[in-house]
């Protein structure tokens, strides 16, 4: 699976839209970019994921270039509750028989800040 | 949603027992289901990828037998630790998938080695 890199913190004032760039220049055409966030001593919580349309939940937006080489999170209201290590991830699906796991690296700590 | 419960979510035991962690996937069926574990302020590590019916696959540098996975149903893994030392003091983390197209984490077990 595809390296990605983000920067290990940010800071967002509540209230405002909190974008999370992740770099992953070496993903390949098959590859999926994934985003979880882990608020302290908690497991990880799925946010979204794309391939390579834009895609937007009730948490958040996921905007990816179109070279794929980089993508945007975006949490749109950021409130205190939204304080936690956002991972990007980058894997392709394997279908059937057994599916492959889910490489974690640092993440970015976001803190929203009142 | 997906709903992975995890148990305990604390326990300490004394060095040389050996302690037993539960997941389970409570609203679909976990096809492949992995462990991690998570010390304090680093990023999730994973530990082994365990499918239904099958020998856990165990990631480079975890010892198989100390770290007994079993994944006897759809719906359940579990993890035992055999012969804890306070070295194995961390945050153990489980995750499931059904498809490979989202995974659902537990909640995680503080594990405390006196």
């Known amino acids: 699976d595809a390296k990605t890199t983000q920067p290990p913190s940010m800071d967002c004032a509540e209230g405002r839209a909190a974008n999370l760039p992740c770099n992953h220049s070496t993903i390949s055409g098959n590859e999926y970019v994934y985003w979880y966030r882990q608020i302290h001593s908690q497991g990880p919580q799925y946010i979204i994921h794309g391939l390579k349309n834009n895609e937007t939940n009730e948490m958040a937006s996921l905007i990816i270039t179109e070279d794929r080489k980089s993508s945007t999170l975006i949490l749109p209201h950021a409130t205190l509750r939204d304080t936690a290590v956002y991972y990007c991830?980058?894997?392709?699906?394997?279908?059937?028989?057994?599916?492959?796991?889910?490489?974690f690296g640092k993440g970015t700590k976001l803190s929203v800040k009142p | 949603g997906a709903v992975v419960s995890q148990h305990p979510s604390r326990v300490i035991c004394k060095s040389g027992t050996s302690v037993k962690i539960e997941c389970r996937s409570l609203d679909f069926q976990a096809t492949t289901m992995f462990w991690y574990r998570q010390f304090p302020k680093q990023s999730l590590m994973l530990m082994a990828t365990?499918?239904?019916?099958?020998?856990?696959?165990?990631e480079q540098g975890v010892e198989k037998d100390k770290f007994l996975i079993n994944h006897a149903s759809l719906t359940l893994s579990t993890l035992t630790v055999t012969s804890a030392h306070p070295e194995d003091s961390s945050f153990y983390i489980c995750s499931a998938t059904e498809t490979g197209r989202r995974y659902t984490f537990g909640s995680g077990t503080r594990l405390t080695v006196v």
């Open positions: 991830i980058v894997r392709a699906l394997l279908y059937g028989g057994s599916q492959g796991n889910l490489i």
């Open positions: 365990s499918n239904e019916g099958s020998k856990a696959t165990y």
